[in-house]
DNA sequence: GTGAAAGCGCTAACAG
DNA sequence: CTGTTAGCGCTTTCAC
């Protein structure tokens, strides 16, 4: 009967469902493992060490453990030591549960997304966004919870529930879609968020904290890059639909560089077209002869730059000898055919450090001053290839 | 001096320190709102409201409260009417970590990647198949949290990490990575893990649960069909690097489909390239006049057939009429530029559906034998366009 | 049917 | 510096 005295003296406090699940499997038969035993007695079959089992094989109270776990102060290194390696042999980790309902903190952050994202043009760009903000946080140490803005069965908003269900300590919100409810809860509870690469449509961005892209710079710097190589005439395509107006100030961008350097604005030359390779492709061939009479494209996504290579080149154009081009994204079309694109990064790798800096901070220390808003427009950068 | 019976009656049973903090605000001023001071006191500044709350207003106890919200069936529907008409009142919401610390349950499942997964060839597949896996999770009412396989910084395995924290029920494995120790802790703490997509590379597979694509099959249904359209001396080309030996399988059916069409197998129109535009475009230059002598080529990756296409055309070899081909993968690829690729379109939809009910039976029902695996080498099919 | 009380594993208050 | 005790919000047991 030594494995019943086992059983007894650790479950000595625990629930009298396990112990008659204890009993029952003592009664099947006395020759189960204990380890077995042990799975048994708790429905869940958890065997977790907890900071109790630590504390009874030190010598110490679980407050002791505790505070040991959390580099307390007010413990002696001696303790802590003992404590910590004891810690270590058991291979603890802290039930997240028991601490978030004791801490009010999860140590999990809400990344909430735009449903239809995949139908998007630019997914390539927010997938990318999406795996390197994972990476940031995973060397923060924090969790993340990955959930589109509303749910699709109930329309219920996933901010709310999240927030109600105490499930994040914070939000990054890669979306253009927050609510006035969803503001208005964020307030009263009092949890930080932060709006990343999207404008939010329906609020007033100036009372949040956000990193975007300097979409406005992004056009200027593609249309100096075409006037400093020669151009002169410089169509721009911006792409439809035009989520956040980023077009929209990639456009007003190329227009201060055009005043800039004197040259007078024909709003001829602006056109919006679907982004599509397709699209892109037939809009060569429908505006031929407008074409012919220019000597610079602003292409405001690089899968419509690559479209135009290719569908100038049938009209004998050359790149960049006959037609300079500028792309945007710097995505994989940019560099899947040659010649390869002159484009636009978009500065997500700072965007997202910033963020998630940020995200930590306003999470974890009391000390930051949250009525004080980060909000950054961040510079996108040229990288300049063949095609200009 | 009502709000402070007010908040004395709401915080009779709570801690010391929320009453400091009332007595604190008290002082400050009696104009405060009660909203405010109730923020004031909860450190966390949550106001949120719990079953007791529910309770006090219903003149029942928190027990039955509870039981109403889970549906107990051992409650009058009259009690269960008033109460969920009070708890939606009060827009209540269960806290997730007090019901996960009694239960043992989260509602939270662990989805893992692969890290480097930015440098996939396939990404774009695999990307939507996470946003589409997001999408089943969240009607099933299950969040997610998603990470990578192993810590990039401490090196350690999230998997372990996170059965040991307890914050997930189960997992959905995307990745090949799992390794013995990860699976010894599946076991040991009996936590359902699916592996999807990818077949594990260090574990034996028969002892899972999974859900595959039959990439023979997507081989054999490519090259029959390249057969049936007239075709008798095929090309296949696969990718390196070969992950969870896909193309290996996607040529054994290449050769099954020959086989049953009595062509000798040549191994000399077995070809592995890099799975880059420009390597397939080079690949069709290089080795041109072995083509010269084919009528088809299964290219095992859209982006190869793209390539091929373009290159060929450049050879005078018109797709389909010299030349049939089929891709692999049906990504966007494969409707980029016309001729519109025939694919093989993999079953991510069939797998991403029975996986995720699949892992919600196993972790909400008790009456599930959890000792029966299921296993599934799910078939794509073929999409017929123009390049064939 | 319902409620009182205990317990999940942790942190925090307070007394030594 | 350390331990005792209470409490986080919920579920579950057991008594009525």
Known sequence: MKVLSFILDRYKNRSYDSFMHTC??????????????????HKESTISVTIKDIAKLANVSHTTV????????????????????????????????????STKKTGI??????????????????????LEL????????????????????????NTVRLIK???????????????????????????????????PEYLDITTMDYYLTDNDHGGYLATKH???????KILTIACSPNIGEEYGYRTEGYRRALTE?????????????????????????????????????FAQADILAAAFIAALKEHGINV?????????????????????????????????TKACNRILDLTRSDSVDKSIKEQELIKPYLIIRESS
């Not at 303790?79 to 549960?97: D, G, R, W």
């Open 134 to 157: 994972r990476h940031a946080l995973e060397t923060l140490q924090l969790d993340t919870i990955l959930v589109e803005a509303i749910n699709p069965d109930t329309l219920a908003s």
């Open 320 to 352: 960049p000898q006959d037609m300079k081009i500028v792309g945007y994204d710097d995505s994989f079309y940019s560099i899947l055919v040659p010649p390869f694109i002159t484009t636009i990064h978009q500065p997500r790798e700072e965007i997202i």
């Open 165 to 199: 269900q105490q499930k994040v300590d914070g939000f990054l919100l890669v979306h253009q879609q927050i609510t006035e409810e969803d503001n208005r809860m964020l307030q009263e509870y009092d949890i930080p968020a932060i709006q990343i690469h999207f404008k």
């Open 226 to 232: 075409l006037l400093e190589r020669g151009a002169h």
């Open 261 to 297: 350097y004197d040259i007078s604005i024909d709003d001829s030359l602006i056109f919006e077209i679907e982004c599509e390779y397709i699209a892109a492709y037939d809009f060569i061939h429908e505006h031929i002869e407008l074409i012919k009479t220019c000597d610079g494209i």
């Open 24 to 41: 029952a499997r003592l009664l099947l038969g006395p020759h189960t493992s204990s380890t077995n035993l042990l799975r048994t007695i």
């Open 109 to 130: 952050i809400g990344v909430i997304y735009q449903q239809g994202l995949e139908d998007f043009g630019s997914s390539a760009y927010i997938n990318a966004l999406f």
């Open 66 to 101: 505790s505070r040991c776990l959390n580099d307390s102060p007010m413990i002696s290194d001696k303790t802590k030591e003992k404590v910590l390696k004891i810690a270590e042999e058991l291979q603890y980790e802290v039930n997240s549960n028991a601490r978030s309902l």
